[in-house]
């Protein structure tokens, strides 16, 4: 073995110095096939040869801890790859010779051999030696136009082809145990981290799973060129979007006899000067920002507190922007003003363009429905106005825009 394999890279040593420039297409493309077919049967050799090291304890009597070990330091891998090596070497070797076979003679590839020994081994259980025979010689055909991706996915209906008698029974137990793993092994871990933030770690089910992705999806496009934020924060605040939509429903069960809601505690001159922070129910802090920004569209219960934090005096809750007003705004505005946002208004937070605790007043000349740009426009250099004829326009910063000339959203229609 040791001489053929020494011959053979002999011959391969031969074609890395011949000049690939001066072959003609028809010869680079074959040449390309051979040689992906050549790597596939050599991998098929060096599976053998790990398997059969791996069973005589070769990697143990020579002082390693593993088989994968060993491998790392005498080929340079790393763990996960000498693992998946092992661990494809004793498939091959376990499971049906077919596979083990069709690797061997550059029929599939290393990729696709664990999904075809895989889907063998499962056809073999339900349906016996015969039908997985039959699994065997289909795959490997599929094999020859489909990558593993894609032959992963056929394989699941493997049994229409080969045993079709028991094929729906055997998908509907299948689909059975996966519902039961599912439900099992659903759970959503909150963890709060010195700093107030939360760490998020969990499995969600299909159904959950496809709920989430239907909610946040539409909600991760980027807002527009200026966006800078990276996928994981733009899914971050889709998720926000959709908490904020979900306590604007009103729908939510009460809590603790009060509707679902985020209670800030702040001091009036504190917000007004923009020096003080604000505090959560939870006894976690927000910035000053933060809390002139969610008092943009929220309900203001005034309190007059003594100096050590009682209670003397609760005054009357008001809504902001809400009602009539809120209405208007809709009619006006159709969804989030900012320049190249299609949100509708259910995403939207009423924003006052002279801010509220700076004196603004609360009325449809001084305010703008804004979805996550609400945040964008509290720590960015963009302005917002009314114009001449009533609709709002902002005014981008000089960087983006050195004329800074004026802006305004297209996608709602106007009236």
């Known amino acids: 073995m040791v001489d053929d394999l020494t011959q053979a890279e002999r011959a391969i040593a031969t074609c890395a110095d011949t000049a690939t420039w001066a072959q ?4 680079l493309i074959a040449a390309l ?79 696709q051999a664990p999904v075809i020994a895989d889907t063998v081994d499962s056809v073999q259980t339900v349906a016996g030696p015969e039908a997985a025979d039959k699994a065997l010689g289909v795959l490997v055909e599929w ?41 099992r092994d659903r759970h959503l871990t909150v963890s709060a981290l010195t700093d107030g933030r939360l760490r998020l770690t969990g499995v969600l089910d299909t159904e959950t799973a496809g709920l989430l992705r239907a909610a946040i999806d539409p909600l991760i496009a980027p807002s527009g060129p200026d966006d800078q934020r990276s996928p994981g924060q733009r899914r971050h605040d889709a998720l926000g979007d959709v908490c904020r939509l979900a306590l604007r429903s009103g729908e939510l069960p009460e809590h603790g006899g009060d509707s679902a809601q985020i209670v800030v505690t702040t001091s009036y001159d504190g917000m007004t000067r923009q020096l003080g922070a604000g505090a959560l129910d939870t006894g976690l802090h927000l910035t000053a920002e933060a809390v002139r920004r969610l008092a943009c569209d929220a309900a203001i219960l005034p309190a007059v507190l003594s100096g050590a934090g009682q209670p003397l005096d609760l005054g009357r809750q008001r809504r902001l922007i809400t009602g009539p007003l809120r209405r208007a705004l809709v ?80 996608y709602h229609r106007r009236t």
Do not use: M
Not at 24 to 27: K, N, T
Not at 64 to 70: D, I, L
Not at 162 to 181: F, G, H, N, Q, Y
């Open 33 to 111: 096939d051979t040689a992906y077919r050549i790597e596939q049967r050599l991998a098929a050799v060096k599976l053998a040869l790990i398997r059969e090291l791996d069973g005589r304890g070769t990697a143990t009597a020579q002082g390693a801890s593993s088989t994968a070990v060993w491998l790392r330091e005498r080929l340079r891998l790393t763990i996960p790859a000498a693992r998946r090596l092992v661990d494809l070497a004793s498939v091959l070797e376990t499971g049906n010779p077919g596979v083990r076979r069709a690797l061997a003679a550059g029929h599939i590839a290393v990729d």
């Open 331 to 410: 009619l006006r505005d159709g969804g989030c003003a900012f320049p190249g946002c299609d949100r509708p208004p259910r995403w939207c937070d009423a924003h006052h363009i002279h801010h509220w605790a700076d004196g603004g007043d609360t009325s449809l000349t001084n305010a703008v429905l804004l979805c996550g740009h609400h945040r964008h426009l509290h720590h960015s250099d963009w302005a917002v106005r009314l114009a001449g004829d009533g609709h709002p326009e902002f005014v981008p910063p000089a960087w983006l825009d050195p004329e800074q000339v004026p802006r305004r959203n297209h």
């Open 24 to 27: 003609p297409e028809g010869e």
């Open 143 to 183: 094999a020859g136009q489909f990558d593993p991706t894609l032959l992963r996915k056929l394989s699941t209906r493997i049994l229409d082809h080969v045993a079709p008698d028991i094929a729906d029974a055997a998908a509907k137990a299948a689909l059975d145990a996966e519902v039961r793993r599912a439900t």
